[in-house]
């Protein structure tokens, strides 16, 4: 598998999208502070413009370097974090204003995906990661079904499985209270039973 995350790496600093699994469905990829890759991205998904990107990161600890997160919630991203669950925080001035569309709002996720952690921690860096689909098209569950959907566009596909097809559970902690943005794996029940 070096050999693929070697060749991960080279496409990710000559701005070029990536796909590889996570435990939900596979992922697009590409360095959060690459504003050229962002724009391919973008084309690649064909998504619509007021839609940010999840930032994915390989740990806890690193949360705290792109993130200010009432501590309260320390328990939630504890317990389930890396896992299926993307969290809607207030970024720091070190992430760019295009990865928020400068609301200030920044979505975080640490995948549980043996593949995605070893690559992100290969590459040392954040990406930005949507599903691997187009625009309202079903996400892409393996590398056969990204390079259906996106032939050549994609230049390295980082093999593996998903586990659920079931996109993470969205929750925003930017507030006092959780509030739910996407029903996913996790529900707020139990978010809920975490902080009580």
């Not at 896992?83 to 001035?93: A, E, M, N, Q, R």
């Amino acid at each position: 598998m070096k050999q693929i995350y070697q060749d991960a790496l080279e496409a990710l600093n000559n701005h070029q999208v990536i796909a590889f699994p996570t435990e939900t469905v596979f992922g697009l990829g590409v360095f959060y502070d690459d504003e050229e890759a962002y724009n391919l991205l973008n084309q690649v998904k064909r998504r619509r413009e007021d839609k940010p990107y999840t930032m994915m990161l390989s740990d806890v600890e690193d949360i705290f370097k792109y993130a200010d997160i009432n501590s309260k919630y320390l328990p939630v991203i504890k317990k389930y974090m890396p896992g299926s669950l993307t969290i809607l925080v207030k970024c720091k001035d070190n992430v760019p204003g295009y990865v928020t569309h400068n609301t200030g709002v920044l979505g975080l996720r640490i995948p549980a995906n043996k593949e995605a952690l070893d690559l992100l921690k290969y590459v040392k860096k954040p990406l930005l990661v949507p599903s691997a689909n187009r625009r309202d098209e079903k996400p892409a569950l393996n590398g056969i079904e990204v390079k259906n959907i996106f032939q050549d566009e994609i230049k390295v596909v980082v093999p593996g499985q998903t586990c659920q097809g079931q996109p993470s559970t969205i929750i925003d902690l930017t507030g006092d209270e959780i509030k739910l943005i996407r029903k996913g794996p996790i529900s707020l029940e139990e978010l809920n039973l975490v902080l009580n």
